[in-house]
């Protein structure tokens, strides 16, 4: 099966006025003061600015230079915090450690049978105690099947998670229209776990 293109600008252009989602309030509530984080797949920042309004320092990566372009762009950009940004496919990049990693509906992207080794990296990231936030998708979605998306059913989620102590594992499954207009039903597995201390 082929990879198809995606217009990820036509996507920024309809969501960059979102609100920070669920999974990263949910995580960020657990923390009395601000840390530091990395934004995997931030597109143009509804996370991000999040992260800076509360005074945290994020490094925000994408693999898309309209979407760093975009939120450095941003008028709403927060003064408080620092912000760190690189373009490249999170595959590849490379991070030093973290109190949390984000990366909302994002890492079910990961190309080329990269995700094991991506969730290692993941993981090794963060310091004891430090929470991932973000969406996995699960078998009934109706991505599934395509090459360049990544699928975890019940059974390898619980393999993934296992030695992590879930905070949120909320599954959503809806029939929606995605911001580009495309009629999908998703299978969402909303995740917040912590890295034992
Ligand atoms: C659905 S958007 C989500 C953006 C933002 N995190 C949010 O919650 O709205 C997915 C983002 O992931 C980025 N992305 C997809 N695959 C990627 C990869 N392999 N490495 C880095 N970024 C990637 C896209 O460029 C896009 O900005």
Known sequence: MTREPRDWEAYYRKTRDRPPRPTLLDALDRFAAPGFAVDLGCGEGRDTIELLRRGWHVLAIDQELAAIEGLRARPDLPKAGRLETEVAAFEDAIWPKVDLVNASFTLFFCRDGGFPALWRKIVASLRPGGPFAGQLL?????????????????????????????????????????????AKHWHLHHLVLRKPA
């Open 138 to 182: 699960g078998e009934h979605d109706s991505w599934a099947g395509r090459a360049d998306v990544v699928i975890h059913d019940a059974a390898a989620l619980d393999r993934l998670i296992a030695g992590l102590e879930p905070e949120m594992r909320r599954v959503e499954e809806t029939d929606a229209v995605t911001p580009r207009g495309e």
